[in-house]
């Protein structure tokens, strides 16, 4: 019997685009453009073209830092130039994001993705001079994790300005993820506050982002982001309410809303309840608590009583809920919980978890949550 070798050449385009689907876009680019006219044209398929993630080296696994000088170089002179009017998405760092958006027009591009951006570094990037900014003002989806300080006065005025300058420049943007540092609308100083007519936007439906109080929040739903319909936020701490915000308006535009805390709050029944009853529109709603000081714990009966049943259109719920607290009535820790009785659960609803917890010192916790809401944790923590 004869034998025979196949190389890469010998095989069918469909082949070679599920074998090059293994590699990195950056890799296929790379390591193709420019070897044939075949290799060429596999390498330019939207699958490699549409996304570019730029953080990276060649190395597959390794973590993700600023390319090398020689990849840099070849993909600014030879590669980018080539496919540019086919690129939709760029992620991209700092060290190297001026010089690859600069390297090029990218009339297609719509969607940033910005790792570890210093404020000052991106006020630069947005003034009205800077040979960028066309590239700020045409983008619709902005991902940006920034590196942000807060110990002085004058750190706190720069992020400020980056962040008014952002949506001042951003004048098409619908989707912003804001991640990293929490974000502050309402400094300590109040000479640093974000004004209303500086951070709004008109224009953005999703919103994701990381504040520092629940007076922030209140803030993005207090008119200043009109249309959006989506807000993921995660709250370092649930105080106190300290500014006269309204918590009352109706929230018609808002259909998904995911909120997380991790620090205990004792404002539940104060503030996050209000809120969310302000949701008459929600279809999707995700809540990530805990909750302390309260006389009774949170059940099945109370999340329908007190929120559900102001949320006709909900589709989507997931929970994680955990109340601490050791002045709980013990009569009320060993009721039966009723969840399984509520209306809260149908072939809609993923299945609930609830348990209980005593301590020693005379501690309790009870923790509730839909199981669908166990699993992304775990995840996550992962």
């Given amino acids: 019997m004869n034998c025979s070798t196949v190389q890469l050449v010998d095989l069918p385009d469909e082949m070679l685009i599920e074998i090059l689907k293994k590699l990195t876009n950056v890799d296929v680019l790379y390591s193709m453009l420019g070897v044939s006219q075949r290799f060429d044209r596999l390498a330019r398929d939207a699958i490699f073209t549409h996304f570019l993630d730029l953080t990276t080296n060649t190395t597959i696994g390794e973590r993700r830092h600023s390319m090398s000088k020689t990849l840099l170089d070849r993909f600014c002179s030879f590669i980018l130039p080539q496919i540019y009017n086919d690129i939709r998405f760029l992620a991209l ?124 929040c209140l803030c ?48 539940y029944d104060n503030l996050i309840v209000p809120m969310l009853r302000r949701m008459s529109n929600i279809q999707k709603l995700g809540l990530y608590l805990q909750v302390e000081n309260r006389p009774e714990f949170i059940d099945g009966t109370d999340l329908y009583n007190g929120i559900l049943i102001y949320m006709p259109r909900i589709q989507i719920f997931f929970f994680n809920i955990t109340t601490i607290d050791d002045y709980v009535d013990k009569i009320y820790w060993y009721k039966n919980d009723d969840i399984e009785d509520t209306d809260i659960i149908d072939y809609n609803h993923p299945d609930i978890d609830c348990r209980i917890d005593y301590f020693t010192n005379g501690c309790s916790r009870c923790r509730i949550s839909s199981k669908l809401f166990i699993k992304s944790s775990q995840l996550y923590n992962d």
Avoid at 202 to 208: M, R, W, Y
Avoid at 220 to 233: C, D, E, S
């Fill in 220 to 267: 993005l739903l207090g008119g200043r982001f009109n249309q959006m319909k989506t807000l993921i936020i995660d709250i370092k701490s649930i105080e106190d309410s300290i500014l006269n915000i309204d918590n009352k308006t109706n929230l018609p535009n808002l259909t998904t809303f995911f909120l997380s805390s991790l620090s205990p709050t004792e404002e």
């Fill in 93 to 216: 760092e700092s060290l190297s994001m001026k010089r690859i958006l600069v390297a090029c027009d990218y009339p297609q591009l719509h969607k940033l993705k910005l790792r570890s951006i210093e404020p000052k570094v991106f006020i630069n990037y947005l003034a009205d001079d800077s040979s960028i900014v066309h590239i700020f003002k045409q983008i619709t989806h902005l991902e940006i994790s920034t590196i942000g300080y807060y110990s002085t006065e004058s750190e706190i005025l720069l992020n400020t300005n980056g962040y008014g300058r952002l949506f001042s420049v951003c004048q098409r943007l619908s989707h912003l993820n804001i991640s990293g540092n929490y974000f502050r609308l309402n400094q300590p100083v109040h000479q640093y506050d974000l004004p209303l007519s500086i951070c709004s936007s008109s224009t953005i439906t999703d919103l994701n982002i990381k504040v520092r109080t629940i007076d922030d």
